[in-house]
């Protein structure tokens, strides 16, 4: 059974949401599916202060887990336009795995949370991608196969880069119906390609 692992870092559980959608669309594409977090790098007093979510629910992820899966589906806020300092430092300490080209030829997708509609989500999941096409993954977008993506009849995520939220600058905002839905496609087409790849 083709495996997935869905790797996010969420402060305040927008990228949480996202991540479970994630896996259920991977699950109901025929894949085992685990869901890991990256370690919180901000020191505990800011992380308070900032009303950081703490309790996750599932397992802080090892560099070293990835190897054990077929495909990587990463899920990071926006921090400025690109990817959290939580992510970037774990995709940071992967050198012994580009070095031994240990995840190539697995499938990578991401997805992303931004507080408004214009506040970065492509750059970040550029900022994303990028890290594992240099792993030498093969891409996985959200194609327009979800069509959900194009209405225009509200503020959504969504884009070709893979599957996103809006949570708001007071982070009120919860995903919404579309952005869920978006999220499982995604995983859905991940769990299909990591199949085919490996048949």
Avoid: C
Wanted: proline residues 3%.
């Amino acid at each position: 059974m083709t495996k997935v692992l869905v790797l996010y870092y969420s402060s305040y559980g927008h990228v949480g949401q996202m991540a479970e959608a994630v896996a259920e669309g991977a699950r109901n594409g025929g894949a085992e599916v685990d869901i890991k977090i990256v370690p919180e790098t901000a020191p505990k007093e800011v992380a308070e202060a900032m009303g950081f979510k703490s309790d996750h629910g599932h397992p802080v992820a090892e560099v070293d887990d990835l190897k054990s899966y077929d495909a990587i589906v990463v899920g990071t806020p926006t921090r400025y336009g690109r990817m959290s300092s939580q992510m970037a430092s774990f995709w940071d300490r992967t050198g012994k795995l580009w070095q031994s080209g240990a995840l190539i030829g697995k499938v990578g997708a991401s997805f992303t949370s931004t507080a408004t509609q214009h506040g970065g989500q492509e750059m970040t999941q550029f900022s994303t991608i990028t890290n594992l096409l240099h792993m030498g993954m093969t891409i996985v977008g959200l194609d327009y196969g979800f069509q959900a993506q194009m209405t225009l009849e509200g503020a959504h995520g969504g884009s070709p880069y893979g599957a996103s939220t809006l949570a708001g600058g007071d982070g009120s905002r919860q995903p919404s119906d579309i952005d869920l839905d978006g999220a499982r496609y995604l995983g859905k087409r991940v769990a299909e390609t990591a199949a085919k790849l490996s048949a």
